[in-house]
């Protein structure tokens, strides 16, 4: 194998680094193109196995698909690492990704075949060129990324705004070339403490620990500040449900994890590609946090030695392999025939406590032909007056139940869907009480369902298993004292006390919020009139979970999850940009004529 850097032209002169490793012999042969944020030749963290779990060097995946007859591809985004050019988060790699085809098929060495690959960002970059259906693309291979709609995933959340994009910025501004580059500019960001910059709020720009690499700040308040749905949400790279009618018409995988920020994006890409006709999609959604295919321990829970793609498919490289086999050489290897849809539920272990002191909640895959998978009855559990979660509707007359949220002090998160947040939080499932070391725990670190600002709603210990598959939501009526408020939704499996977990387990499933000014059209937001009720509905992340018998389902309702999303002043000051907080006395109905309702995608239990 030989490496060759090339600088590759994009239309508008900017040259991009790129990399090409050649196998030996005579070509040409198909390519394999992964565009990067994080340099061509360093450390990838993802490229490992269960058998090796050390991160692999670029150069060395490099060399297993050269050794098997590739042309692999490695570049730089414009402004990182060898590439020119400045730095736009997300919104530069559709047609830099479009260049770059054109630029490798009219190379000596390319049969005139490209697949892509890559994790995260580097899903985001082939999501972007793919919607321009750029010369020679013949397969997708997307990691926990690729944008469907990043207003709802990725970037903000039901209008709240991801606060993983602003330790993003930090932590890869004080990376940046420039930053290397300059040592004042290196000490200062030396010189910052995350945990106190977010004690303190609001920011502003100039004003805050990015503001020692300019260009990452402006995107960051850009997002942040951008807060209806216009069209800065339907750009290029960051809104691929706006291409699917027109995205490139290749075979793709779309992967992502239940304790990942994408498994909707991978969802609604899957299901809008299937729709359009475009294709022949693949889904697979695993257990895992953000890039962790190979792992089974995750947070404070063990999913057992399943719970890795390596049990079914060899490795993440064999399983790639095999599909760029059939779809880049024509290779009858069978990898069409695959399950549309594969799906880890997550459940049905002994629920002891192990050797590691990780809580055994144990799972198993189960294949389909579609997504929701076929047989999904999708079945109502209002909120009752009592606390209950129950199938029964609820009384005429029952008294709602009110809560004060005072954005001053949030609910803190604990674990879920969250990738990027070092060193504040990590993701993944815990039981859901404070503790020391996460970012705004206090003691003494109780439940967090004892919070006053925190209402839960529980079923009855369950009579049977029930296993839940597909797409969580809750549709609430609410009413509100200020402007405008969040409302929080998390699904929970409550274990019962046990020899191990004498007060029992309570282990977040998925989550999910919306932003009341955002209720009835994203794209224009309406203020709440005080104490007049609104239907709102609030979309969890998708999620699969085999509930025990003698479990509790529990759905716990909020007004704020921090640092995970950032903090809304109910004031209805725009956001990104307010000066002043104040408290909210929120009130969710729970009677017969205003009920309130979580659906769970149930299906028969397999035997």
């Not at 420039?178 to 004003?207: N, Q, S, Y």
């Amino acid at each position: 194998m030989n490496r060759t850097e090339y600088m590759v032209p994009c239309r508008d002169g900017v040259r991009l680094a790129t990399d090409v490793y050649l196998p030996e012999g005579e070509g040409p042969y198909p390519a394999i193109l992964e565009r990067t944020p994080y340099g061509k030749r360093e450390v990838s963290r993802s490229e490992r196995t269960a058998a090796d779990p050390r991160p692999a060097k670029r150069e060395a995946i490099a060399q297993y698909f050269a050794a098997h007859g590739y042309a692999v591809v490695y570049q730089d985004c414009r402004g990182r690492y060898g590439s020119e050019g400045e730095f736009v988060k997300y919104l530069a790699d559709g047609e830099d990704g479009y260049d770059c085809c054109a630029w490798i098929v009219q190379q000596p060495w390319c049969n005139g075949r490209i697949g892509t690959m890559g994790l995260s960002y580097a899903a985001h970059t082939q999501a972007s060129l793919g919607c321009l259906n750029p010369p020679g693309l013949a397969a997708q291979v997307l990691d926990s990324g690729g944008f469907s709609d990043a207003w709802n995933g990725g970037i903000r959340r039901g209008g709240a705004f991801e606060l993983k994009q602003a330790t993003w910025a930090f932590n890869q501004g004080r990376l940046a070339p420039e930053t290397r580059a300059d040592p004042v500019r290196a000490a200062a960001f030396e010189g910052e403490d995350l945990h106190a910059w977010f004690a303190r709020w609001p920011w502003k720009p100039g004003h805050s620990p990015v503001r020692h690499a300019p260009d990452y700040e402006s995107y960051l308040f850009e997002q942040w500040t951008e807060g209806a749905f216009g069209p800065f949400w339907q750009k290029l790279g960051i809104y691929a449900k706006g291409w699917h009618d027109r995205y490139a018409d290749v075979p793709m995988v779309h992967m992502s994890s239940w304790y990942d920020p994408y498994p909707r994006t991978a969802v609604e890409n899957y299901t809008g590609l299937r729709d359009a006709g475009r294709g022949h999609p693949y889904l697979i959604l695993g257990p895992w946090t953000h890039g962790n295919r190979s792992q089974t321990a995750f947070g404070e829970v063990e999913f057992g030695p399943d719970a890795t793609v390596d049990s079914w498919a060899g490795d993440w490289r064999a399983f790639r392999l095999r599909f760029f086999d059939r779809w880049l050489k024509g290779i009858g290897n069978g990898a069409e025939d695959d399950p549309r849809v594969r799906v880890f539920v997550m459940g049905g272990g002994s629920g002891r406590r192990n050797a590691a002191g990780l809580l055994e909640h144990g799972g198993y895959w189960r294949s389909a032909a579609d997504w929701p998978l076929p047989g999904t009855r999708f079945s109502a559990f209002h909120l009752h007056a009592d606390g209950g979660l129950r199938q029964a509707a609820p009384e005429s007359g029952a008294a709602p139940i009110s809560w004060t949220s005072d954005p001053a002090k949030p609910v803190p998160t604990v674990g879920g869907a969250i990738t990027s947040m070092e060193p504040l939080i990590p993701g993944g499932p815990y039981d859901q009480r404070e503790r020391e070391g996460m970012y705004a725990h206090s003691a003494p670190y109780l439940p967090l369902a004892s919070r006053p600002d925190v209402v839960v709603f529980q079923t009855e210990p369950l009579a049977g298993d029930l296993e839940v598959i597909g797409p969580v939501v809750a549709h609430l009526w609410m009413s509100s004292d200020a402007p405008d408020t969040d409302i929080t939704a998390k699904l929970v499996d409550v274990y019962p006390p046990s020899a191990d977990y004498p007060q029992g387990f309570a282990m977040n499933l998925t989550e999910g919020v919306l932003r009341l000014r955002y209720r009835d059209n994203p794209s224009e937001p309406k203020m709440l009139e005080p104490g007049v009720p609104v239907r709102i509905t609030v979309e969890l992340f998708p999620t699969a979970n085999l509930f025990k018998a003698g479990h509790c389902i529990r759905l716990d309702i909020a007004s704020s999850e921090f640092p995970h999303y950032d903090i809304n002043p109910q004031t209805g000051e725009p956001e990104g940009a307010w000066q002043t907080m104040r408290v909210a006395r929120n009130t969710v109905f729970v009677d017969a004529a205003r009920p309130s309702r979580l659906v769970l995608p149930v299906l028969p239990v397999l035997g």
